[in-house]
């Protein structure tokens, strides 16, 4: 089993910045992906921005250029800064790994953190 905690949610202003981790139970070597996915009130969960063991990164359209996936294997954490946050951000942030293993894979989920964008 693989246990991720989410900290560093909060309540910011339009424009303002926060800063996201996510510590790992065990060494993120093991973890060929990770990512952060977020989820609003009556809508489904979505992606954020994904990064493998390799350090490709990916992120969704409507975070580009704003936020910043980046993982730390010394410290087995998972970072994310957000900058110039709009209120369509507000969401709970959830940390995700994906473990392959010998015949199928794995999906790990933190209990998320709660994120609001509001003047």
């Known amino acids: 089993q693989v246990q991720l905690v989410e900290s560093g949610g909060g309540l910011v202003q339009p424009g303002g910045s926060l800063r996201l981790s996510c510590a790992a139970s065990?060494?993120?070597?093991?973890?060929?992906?990770m990512g952060w996915y977020r989820q609003a009130p009556g809508k489904q969960r979505e992606v954020v921005a994904t990064?493998?063991?390799?350090?490709?990164?990916n992120y969704a359209d409507s975070v580009k250029g704003r936020f910043t996936i980046s993982r730390d294997n010394a410290k087995n954490t998972l970072d994310l800064q957000m900058n110039s946050l709009k209120p369509e951000d507000t969401a709970v942030y959830y940390c995700?790994?994906?473990?392959?293993?010998?015949?199928?894979?794995?999906?790990?989920w933190g209990r998320g953190t709660q994120v609001t964008v509001s003047s």
């Open positions: 065990r060494d993120i070597f093991s973890i060929n992906v």
């Open positions: 990064i493998t063991k390799e350090s490709s990164t």
């Open positions: 995700y790994g994906f473990v392959i293993g010998p015949i199928r894979g794995n999906a790990y």
